[in-house]
C-alpha cells in the first residue's frame, strides 16, 4: 500500500476542529438544533477526508445529503401534527406512567423527593450531562464508523434510520405533552394533567459554571418539536450505541458499565419532566424492532450470497476433487 501523506495533516485538522469545539461548547454550550448539528457534522467529515481519492468525496456527498435529508424529515414533522388536525396526546400516556406505577405518576414523585430549589446536587449535575449526551455521542458514533469502518456504518445508520422513521411518523399521529408541558409548563398551551412540576434539564450545567449551556439550550429548544415526546429519542439513541456496540465488548464489568448508560438517561429524563416512563420504554423498544429488523434483513442477505457462491463454485467429486465434467486449465 503506498504511503498515505495526507494523514498526519487530517489529525491535525481533526484535533484542531475539536479543539475549536471545546472553546465553543465552554463560550457558547452546546450545539442542539439540528441544522447546526448537520453543519458541524459536515465540517467534521470534510476534514476527515481531506487528501482522500475523489471516488470517497462521492461517498462522502451522498452520505452527507442523506443524513441531512434524514434531520429534514425530522424537522419536519415540528407542527405537522396541527396541518392534519391530529389531537394533542395528555392523559393517554400520563394514563400510562399511573398504571405502571400504581397510581403515581413518576416525574412528580421523584421531584418531590429529590428536587430542591436551592441546592444543586451532584445528580442533577449528572442529570444534565447525561441528557446532554444525545446531542454529541451519536453524531460522534456516526463520524467514527464513516471514517473507520464503512461496513459497520452501513448497519449502524440503517438502525438509527430506521428508529427515526417510526418515531417520526409517531409524533405525526401521536403528537405528545411531555410531562414539563403537561404540568402546564407552556405559556402556548395551557394544561393542568399534572402537578406543577419544573423543567431543571440546564441547571447542573450552570452549577459547572457553564451558564452559555443554558442560554443555548433555551434558544435550541425554541426550535424543537416540544409535542415530540412519543417515542423519546433520548432513550432511543443512547440504548441503540450500546446495543450496537455490546457484542464488541469483552468482560461483564465494562457489559454492565454499558447498560448503566440508557438506565441513566432514562432515569435523567423523567426527573428532568422531558419524557414519561412510557416514552422512554416506547423509545427502547422501536430500537428492538430496528435490530431485529435489519439482523433479519442482513441474514437472508448473507445466505443469498452464500448460495450464489456455492452455485458459481464447480462440483466437487466424493473424494473433494472436481468432477469429471469440470474444465481444467493445464500449463
Not at 23 to 39: E, K, L, P, Q, T
Not at 135 to 152: C, T
Not at 212 to 239: C, K, M, Q, V, Y
Request: glycine residues 8%; hydrophobic residues 50%; charged residues 20%.
Amino acid at each position: 500500500m503506498p504511503a498515505d501523506r495526507w494523514r498526519f495533516v487530517r489529525i491535525g485538522l481533526i484535533v484542531a476542529y475539536g479543539l475549536a469545539y471545546a472553546y465553543s461548547f465552554r463560550r457558547n454550550g452546546i450545539i442542539i438544533d439540528r441544522v447546526s448539528v448537520a453543519v458541524s457534522t459536515s465540517i467534521l467529515l470534510v476534514l476527515g477526508h481531506v487528501g482522500r481519492p475523489w471516488y470517497r468525496w462521492r461517498q462522502l456527498t451522498i452520505a452527507l445529503s442523506l443524513y441531512s435529508a434524514m434531520w429534514l424529515a425530522y424537522d419536519e414533522t415540528r407542527g405537522a401534527a396541527d396541518r392534519l388536525g391530529m389531537p394533542l396526546q395528555v392523559e393517554s400516556v400520563r394514563n400510562i406512567d399511573r398504571v405502571l406505577f400504581l397510581g403515581a405518576d413518576p416525574t412528580v414523585w421523584l421531584q418531590r423527593r429529590l428536587y430542591a430549589p436551592d441546592v444543586v446536587r451532584w445528580y442533577d449535575v449528572a442529570a444534565s450531562v447525561v441528557y446532554a449526551t444525545h446531542f454529541v455521542i451519536p453524531v460522534a458514533v456516526i463520524v467514527v464508523l464513516w471514517l473507520s469502518d464503512r461496513h459497520q456504518w452501513v448497519r449502524f445508520m440503517s438502525r438509527f434510520a430506521t428508529a427515526l422513521l417510526v418515531a417520526c411518523v409517531s409524533f405525526v399521529l401521536l403528537p405528545t405533552a411531555p410531562p414539563w408541558m403537561a404540568a402546564g409548563g407552556d405559556r402556548r398551551i395551557r394544561l393542568d394533567a399534572l402537578p406543577p412540576v419544573v423543567r431543571p434539564t440546564a441547571r447542573g450545567w450552570s452549577h459547572l459554571g457553564l451558564g452559555s449551556f443554558e442560554t443555548t439550550w433555551e434558544t435550541g429548544r425554541d426550535w424543537a418539536n416540544r409535542i415530540a415526546a412519543l417515542p423519546s429519542l433520548h432513550a432511543a439513541f443512547s440504548l441503540m450505541v450500546v446495543v450496537f456496540f455490546f457484542p464488541f465488548i469483552r468482560g461483564w464489568w465494562m457489559r454492565g458499565a454499558l447498560l448503566l448508560f440508557p438506565i441513566a438517561m432514562g432515569v435523567s429524563l423523567v426527573y428532568l419532566g422531558e419524557h414519561y416512563v412510557a416514552d422512554v420504554l416506547a423509545g427502547w423498544v422501536i430500537v428492538g424492532v430496528a435490530f431485529a429488523g435489519w439482523a433479519r434483513i442482513e441474514r437472508r442477505v448473507r445466505l443469498r450470497r452464500s448460495a450464489r457462491s456455492r452455485r458459481a463454485l464447480p462440483p466437487l467429486g466424493r473424494d473433494g476433487t472436481e468432477t469429471a465434467g469440470t474444465v481444467v486449465a493445464k500449463s
